[in-house]
């Protein structure tokens, strides 16, 4: 279901079933709820004007059009539609799979939006967005190449990372407050049952290097950090790899909390080296 299918068909939904409806009906309001730009609303809207369940009120603002709205008719579900997959995240998903065998590939666009059942157009802005993530580099007249992962490249990461966190989190310390700590702890809750899904919020990172205040540790982690941002989320769909990251962000925070500063060092310390299993097991399997 494309964008604008899916938001014409949640707002036709609610109103015919008389539904609360998600967002005041202006381009901005509703492009701010769906997390889309103002195209797709704007012919979601013009459609559903066509059709005459909306209508320019005294105001000139889109209202309900009550005399035509017919309700939906015995046995018609009122279930509201399911968002459509978002295709960066779908082809994020696949690319680092690929990246993960360690060779480099060329993405051809042709093929790719062929494959994923978009247009050229769409595809190029999702492949500009994973360039800009380290994930793929552009190769003039050529195309596009999907970086490869190494397992050594990682652990040269990993060690830069350790020293540039710990020292952000040195200068850190005397702007750090309890309550974005508490908030930030909140996030992360194990899971009690197997039926329960894993919550964590990795803001904790940002957030130390943010309070730091040094300008070129912000940048090495801008420049550097983001093709492994993506690559250790990947890693986080893994349940009980999530679940231990859970429990290594909250030994962190707990200490921050006591202002056990050496607790903090030794758990956040930890938490970077020795928390990356499925992407060590499957270089070791190669």
């Known amino acids: 279901m494309s964008l604008k299918n899916y938001i014409k068909n949640d ?8 539904q609360e409806l998600p967002a005041q009906l202006t381009l901005e309001s509703l492009a701010e709820h769906y ?12 459609e559903l004007v066509e059709e005459g369940l909306l209508q320019k009120g005294a105001n000139r603002r889109l209202v309900r059009n009550a ?29 680092v799979k690929l990246s993960l065998k360690g060779e480099p590939i060329d993405i051809r666009e042709e093929v790719t939006a062929r494959r994923y059942k ?30 490869p992962f190494r397992q050594e490249d ?5 060690e830069v990372r350790e020293l540039l966190e710990l020292k ?14 508490q908030k930030i702890l909140d996030g992360n809750r194990v899971p009690q049952s197997a039926k329960e899904a894993v919550q964590i919020d990795n803001s904790l990172h940002e957030y130390l290097i943010e309070k730091a205040g040094n300008y070129y540790i912000k940048d090495f982690f801008q420049r ?7 690559l250790f989320d990947w890693e986080d769909q893994d349940r009980e790899t999530a679940i231990e990251t859970v429990r290594q ?11 056990d500063w050496r607790a903090a060092r030794k758990a956040l310390s930890y938490h970077i080296r020795d928390n990356h299993p499925i992407l060590s097991k499957i270089i070791k399997g190669k």
């Open 11 to 18: 707002l036709e939904i609610r109103l015919r079933s008389g």
């Open 35 to 46: 997390q889309v730009s103002f195209s797709p609303v704007r012919i979601a809207l013009a």
């Open 67 to 95: 005399s035509q709205i017919k309700p939906l008719k015995q046995g018609q579900s009122s279930a509201l539609p399911e968002p459509p997959a978002d295709m960066f995240e779908v082809i994020t998903n696949d690319f």
């Open 118 to 147: 978009i247009s050229r157009s769409s595809l190029r802005i999702i492949l500009n967005r994973l360039a800009g993530t380290g994930i793929l580099d552009h190769i003039p007249r050529r195309g596009w190449r999907l970086r």
């Open 154 to 158: 990682m652990q040269a990461f990993l």
């Open 168 to 181: 952000a989190l040195e200068l850190a310390k005397p702007h750090l407050k309890e309550e974005d700590l």
């Open 224 to 230: 550097q950090g983001r093709y492994y941002d993506i």
């Open 249 to 259: 962000h909250r030994a962190i925070l707990t200490a921050l909390i006591k202002k």
